[in-house]
């Protein structure tokens, strides 16, 4: 039976403090028999404003963050799903929020671009521009690992059920979720959102989140948790830096379909229908 974690942190602007934080806790959660370490989304850096990620973006397979994460994976033996990395985009003026999936050998095994961007305004001067300084993805993925058909989704991607469904369409096991949630919304629904997932889908959620306060003012809300396909959260760490693990049940995602066959159940030409 394979062990995931998922690491919760609180990144700053010093991307050598936030890899040598990440690095430490991809120790513990290996020692502790972890085979896949989920980061949280922007683990290598958050900046002072939006526009400063423009400043330290890498081309892939290439750059000091990258070259990080492939060091862990080979110096553990893990898998490790790098969270987002700032990659080069077509577009000069913006990045593409890179969530890359990189085996115990340090290869890149795949790469998700984050596809929902957070453009929002929850008042009290918290507002969120995020395609002013990220290229929107446009490709759902689902690979085959040694852990099950991963999906990828990242934060904001959470409010989007029907992204989901298209990872089921493509036989999804388990779903990786880095995040930055703010603590306004986090507080809100982060949890419910969470456990909706794994149970309308049947599948486990590694989530992985920034939780703290930030050098730039902003506070995320934490509650990094593990998901079984029966929505019950096998583990959680509500504040504060760390990590949560549990053992991925193949059997159970199994059992769990076949007796409650929900998916099965779907009248997708009934839904297509118009009024």
């Not at 502790?32 to 939006?50: I, K, R, S, T, Y």
């Not at 929902?116 to 521009?129: A, Q, S």
């Not at 760490?237 to 949560?244: D, I, W, Y």
Request: net charge negative.
């Amino acid at each position: 039976m394979k062990r995931i974690a998922a690491i919760q942190m609180a990144s700053g602007p010093n991307i050598s403090a936030n890899l040598n934080e990440a690095g430490r806790w991809i120790s513990y959660a290996a020692d502790a028999g972890a085979d896949l370490v989920v980061l949280p989304e922007n683990f290598a850096f958050m900046g002072m404003n939006e526009t400063d990620v423009l400043k330290i973006k890498e081309q892939q397979g290439e750059g000091p963050v990258q070259d990080f994460i492939k060091k862990m994976c080979r110096k553990h033996q893990v898998w490790i799903v790098a969270g987002t990395i700032p990659v080069i985009s077509d577009d000069t003026k913006r990045i593409r929020a890179a969530c890359l999936l990189i085996n115990s050998e340090g290869e890149i095994v795949t790469r998700y671009d984050k596809i929902h961007l957070f453009d929002v305004t929850l008042g009290d001067g918290e507002n969120y521009f995020e395609s002013e300084v990220i290229d929107a993805g446009t490709d759902i993925v689902v690979q085959d690992t040694p852990f099950g058909r991963m999906g990828f989704a990242v934060c904001y991607d959470l409010r989007f059920p029907e992204m989901f469904r298209r990872m089921v369409d493509k036989g999804v096991d388990l779903i990786v979720l880095p995040s930055a949630f703010t603590a306004i919304t986090g507080k809100a629904h982060w949890e419910s959102l969470v456990r909706a997932r794994a149970i309308e889908n049947l599948s486990y959620i590694i989530a992985s989140a920034q939780g703290g306060y930030h050098a730039n003012g902003r506070e995320t809300h934490g509650d990094s948790m593990i998901v079984d396909p029966w929505g019950e959260v096998k583990d959680r760490l509500a504040r504060g830096s760390g990590f949560v693990i549990a053992d991925l049940d193949q059997d159970k995602i199994n059992l769990t379909r076949k007796q409650f066959p929900v998916l099965k159940h779907r009248k997708l030409e009934c839904y297509k229908k118009s009024s």
